[in-house]
């Protein structure tokens, strides 16, 4: 039973333009979410991150929005740039316990076209 | 330079032979983990640890085993009984207890069983 699902596994977007990747869940119980992006044969870096307190947040080009009644989180790259070509993963934990254990979803190959 | 270390980057083993990967840190985390991918899916969790001597098992820890005798090394066996070993191997730490807070990851091991 996958707790985080990244229902589409590729997207293409085009250079300047918005890219949009998605990420859905079903454990009530996470509260703290984060996107990875990975590059092949890499580890996943961090990317950016929201707190279940928060509906959104930004870190330059990028915009994490969290909805919690409908259980959905996005990650908005504006403007694309052919560099953020990678898979993206969304992640999710819960606060009880001391080590976090991440829940990932699949992961979403974005291509950006020059 | 603080971060992860994995090592090798590439491993080939016959089947049937135990094989230890490496995992190496230098940023004071007390929590570690080990996570899997295989294609098409997302990281899942094998084992984790949050202090010294103490593990958990994970999501997928049969036919693996790991042990944690220094804060910095958390070294992962994959045994003869893990029955589809061949997969890329990522190992992570974090802060212990730390709320909201990522997890890093090193660059990842790729095991070939053949």
């Known amino acids: 039973d996958q707790q985080v699902k990244q229902n589409s596994p590729s997207l293409s977007v085009q250079e300047g333009r918005i890219s949009i990747l998605n990420c859905d869940y079903t454990?009530?119980?996470?509260?703290?979410f984060l996107w990875y992006k990975k590059y092949p044969a890499e580890g996943p870096t961090f990317l950016i991150s929201?707190?279940?307190?928060?509906d959104k947040n930004e870190d330059g080009r990028f915009t994490v929005f969290l909805n919690k009644s409908a259980k959905h989180l996005s990650l908005h790259i504006v403007p694309s740039q052919p560099g953020d070509s990678a898979v993206y993963f969304c992640?999710?934990?819960?606060?009880?316990?001391?080590?976090?254990?991440?829940?990932f979803g699949s992961g979403t190959q974005l291509t950006v076209l020059p | 330079d603080g971060g992860i270390t994995q090592s090798p980057k590439y491993l080939f083993r016959k089947e049937g032979q135990n094989v230890t990967l490496s995992c190496e840190q230098n940023?004071?985390?007390?929590?570690m983990y080990w996570y899997r991918q295989d294609p098409g899916q997302g990281l899942r969790l094998i084992y984790y640890?949050?202090?010294?001597?103490?593990?958990q098992k994970g999501d997928i820890a049969e036919g693996y085993s790991v042990s944690r005798e220094k804060k910095e090394s958390f070294p992962l066996t994959v045994t003869s009984a893990q029955k589809n070993p061949t997969a890329f191997y990522l190992c992570?730490?974090?802060?212990?207890?730390?709320?909201?807070?990522?997890?890093?990851f090193g660059q990842g091991t790729r095991l070939t069983v053949v």
């Open positions: 992570a730490s974090s802060i212990q207890g730390g709320a909201n807070t990522e997890a890093f």
């Open positions: 454990n009530s119980m996470f509260d703290y």
């Open positions: 929201i707190s279940s307190i928060k």
């Open positions: 992640a999710a934990s819960v606060s009880s316990g001391s080590a976090r254990q991440l829940t």
């Open positions: 940023l004071n985390h007390d929590a």
């Open positions: 640890s949050q202090i010294v001597n103490d593990f």
